[in-house]
């Protein structure tokens, strides 16, 4: 079963905004990669407090929030914004 990967209409907008699909694509690809055990060069943190459940995957200046239903192999990204931005 392959992962589906599922965007919030924030982030769609964030992405189309910045013309940035491959890379977050990219960046989402080396994050299931690393889950599945594979020893991938990517900066990944769970997250807490309010985001509890949450990972941050940090790409330079951008951040992406997302979270990860391991069972149905689904990762929903919630947000993408730059870092000053992206926890308010």
């Not at 990517?42 to 807490?48: A, H, P, T």
């Not at 992406?64 to 929903?76: S, T």
Request: no cysteine.
């Amino acid at each position: 079963m392959k992962w589906t990967i599922q965007y919030s209409d924030e982030a769609i907008t964030f992405i189309e905004k910045e013309k940035i699909f491959d890379e977050i694509r990219e960046e989402i690809k080396k994050f299931i990669q690393r889950i599945r055990g594979e020893q991938i060069n990517i900066d990944i943190k769970k997250l807490k407090g309010e985001w509890e459940g949450y990972y941050r995957i940090r790409k330079g200046k951008i951040r992406i929030i997302l979270m990860i239903d391991k069972e149905n192999k689904v990762v929903f990204i919630d947000k993408i914004d730059y870092r000053g931005e992206i926890y308010k």
